[in-house]
């Protein structure tokens, strides 16, 4: 399992995650992540916000119900075998 590590915006506190799949929507790269390893975690769905040109991944918290609705169910269908609870 990938581990990603990023700045949190309102702490400047690194945080580290574990990806669980990823997925692309409408042009728009989302990852779903959760904060432990193994048994059972929090899921969280990211955005990457980099611009086109940048090599480097910029991922925010998807905080809009709508747009997480949409990706989470994208999500859940992409991991049938995964019990995901939102």
Known sequence: ??????????TGEELEFYVLEQT???????????D??????????????????NTDSIYEFVEDDVELDAVFKIFDELLEDVDIER
């Open 1 to 10: 399992m990938e581990k990603i590590s990023m700045m949190s915006d309102e």
């Open 24 to 34: 692309k929507v409408n042009g728009v790269s989302y990852i779903l992540v959760t």
């Open 36 to 53: 432990s390893e193994f048994g059972d975690a929090e899921c969280m769905i990211l955005k990457d916000r980099a611009v086109a040109d």
